[in-house]
C-alpha cells in the first residue's frame, strides 16, 4: 500500500528527489533496507511523462528483479543502416528488450512504497535547503495549491532527470561541457515490421536526421515506437525535429504514414557525467548528473545502477555515522568503477557518428561488417575488453585523422 505524507511527517533519513529509474531504485533499495525514505514526484499519475524509448540488454531484468510485465518486446537483433551500408547482429534468443518506461517507472513506485517509502506526489523540488553549508532538506512546491513544503532528511538525493534541480543550485553541473540531446518519437501500429518486430532498427546519415539518428524499436510484431534524436551541436536546424520524424516515416518501407497513439519526447545532456556527485548530505545520481551513455543515449540500465550505487553507498554513511562529503563521495569512485574505459569509448563513436559525413558513416560500417560481432555486441553492452577496444576503434581513429588532413 502507498503511504501518503501526513502534515506531521517532515523529518526522513534519505529525501529522494524524482522518481525515474535512478530515483526509484535508490528510494527501493534503501527503504528496503529499513531506513525511512521520502519520495518526491511532480507527477500525481505515477509513471509518466514517458520519456524514453526503453531499450536495455536482457540481464539488466535479472540483476534489478524486474518482472516480465515491465517488459513489452523481446529482441534478437539490432541493425545499423548507413546511407548505402548496413551492419547485421542477430541471435537466437532474445539479447535485449525494449521496455514500457511507464510500467517501469510504477513498478519502481511500488516497490519503494511497499517496503515503507512515504510518496509526496504532485509535488515539485525547488531547492535544497542548506545549514551551515550542508544541505538538509529540500524545499518544494506542491503542484495542488502552490504551497511550500519543507522537507528534512539526513541525506538528499537530487534524481530530478535532466533538469538536475538541486545539483545545478549547488553547482555541481556546469563544470564540464555538456551537449545537449533532444529526441521525439511515435507509437505506431499496423506496421509492415520485418521479422514480425524482432529487429531494433538504427537509421544513421545527414538524409535521415543531420547530426543524430532514427530508430524503430518495435513493442509487438506490428506496432513499435518510431523516432528522432539529434545531438545540437552537430544539427542542422533547417527544419523542426519532428518535421525529420515524419520525413522519415514517409521514406521508410516498413512504416505507414499515419496517425500516433502516443507522442513521447524529451532531452539530456551528453558528456559522460559530473565529475563531482556529492556535498555533505547530498549525492546526485542518474540523468541528474548527465549519466547518459554517450553513443546511442541507453540510459535505464545506467539509471538503476546509479540507484543502486548512491543507496550502497547511503547506507554505509549510516552505518559508520558519518554522512558529510567524504563518505558519500565514495560514490564517485564507484561510478568511475562502472563506466570504466567504455564511456569515453561510446563518446569516441558519438563523435564518429553524428559529426560524420555520410561517407565516414558508411566507411565505419563497413568496418564493423568485417569485426568480431561478439566484440560489438560486448560495446553495446558495455562491457568490451581491451582488445575490443583497440580492434574496433583503430580504423574509425584513421578516418578521424583524415578528415582533419
Known amino acids: 500500500m502507498v503511504q501518503t505524507a501526513t502534515p506531521a511527517q517532515r523529518r526522513f533519513d534519505v529525501v529522494v528527489a524524482g522518481n525515474g529509474p535512478a530515483g526509484g531504485q535508490a528510494a527501493r533499495e534503501l527503504a528496503a533496507s529499513g531506513l525511512s525514505v521520502a519520495l518526491v514526484t511532480r507527477e500525481t499519475e505515477i509513471g509518466v511523462p514517458v520519456t524514453s524509448t526503453a531499450g536495455t540488454i536482457s540481464e539488466t531484468l535479472d540483476e534489478f528483479d524486474l518482472p516480465r510485465e ?232 545506467h539509471c538503476l545502477w546509479s540507484g543502486r550505487l548512491a543507496a550502497r553507498t547511503i547506507r554505509e554513511g549510516f552505518e559508520s555515522g558519518d554522512l558529510s562529503s567524504r563518505t558519500l563521495s565514495r560514490y564517485d569512485g564507484r561510478w568511475r568503477r562502472y563506466r570504466d574505459f567504455q564511456w569515453p569509448l561510446a563518446a569516441f563513436f558519438h563523435r564518429m557518428l553524428y559529426g560524420a559525413t555520410d561517407a565516414q558513416i558508411d566507411y565505419n560500417l563497413r568496418t564493423f561488417q568485417r569485426a568480431d560481432l561478439d566484440a560489438i555486441t560486448r560495446v553495446l553492452k558495455n562491457r568490451s575488453r581491451w582488445s575490443d577496444r583497440l580492434r574496433l576503434s583503430y580504423p574509425s581513429l584513421k578516418t578521424l585523422v583524415r578528415s582533419f588532413v
Not at 553541473?173 to 515490421?193: K, N, Q
Open 70 to 301: 515491465v517488459v513489452q518486446r523481446d529482441m534478437n537483433g539490432l541493425r545499423l543502416f548507413g546511407p548505402t551500408q548496413k551492419l547485421e547482429i542477430w541471435y537466437e534468443e532474445p539479447s535485449a528488450h525494449v521496455m514500457d518506461f511507464r510500467k517501469l517507472k510504477e513498478f519502481l513506485f511500488r516497490e519503494a512504497a511497499g517496503a515503507g517509502a512515504v510518496a509526496f506526489t504532485g509535488t515539485t523540488a525547488r531547492e535544497p535547503l542548506l545549514e551551515g553549508g550542508r544541505v538538509v532538506g529540500v524545499r518544494c512546491r506542491v503542484r495542488s495549491d502552490g504551497s511550500v513544503l519543507d522537507l528534512r532528511g539526513r541525506v538528499v538525493v537530487d534524481a530530478t532527470g535532466p533538469a538536475g534541480v538541486l545539483a545545478s543550485r549547488l553547482a555541481l553541473r556546469g563544470r564540464r561541457p555538456a551537449r545537449l540531446g533532444s529526441g521525439v518519437e511515435y507509437v505506431m501500429e499496423d506496421l509492415p515490421l520485418d521479422r514480425e518486430g524482432r529487429w531494433f532498427d538504427i537509421f544513421l546519415g545527414r538524409q535521415i536526421v543531420p547530426g543524430g539518428y532514427a530508430w524503430i524499436s518495435p513493442v509487438a510484431a506490428r506496432s513499435a515506437k518510431v523516432g528522432v534524436a539529434w545531438i545540437l551541436s552537430y544539427a542542422e536546424r533547417t527544419m523542426a525535429l519532428e518535421d525529420h520524424l515524419r520525413r522519415f516515416i514517409s521514406s521508410e518501407r516498413q512504416l505507414v504514414p499515419g496517425p500516433a497513439i502516443e507522442t513521447h519526447g524529451g532531452f539530456a545532456y551528453v558528456n559522460g557525467g559530473i565529475r563531482a556527485h556529492a556535498r555533505d548530505g547530498f549525492l546526485a545520481i542518474g540523468d541528474a548528473a548527465n549519466q547518459i551513455n554517450p553513443l546511442f543515449g541507453e540510459g535505464i540500465r
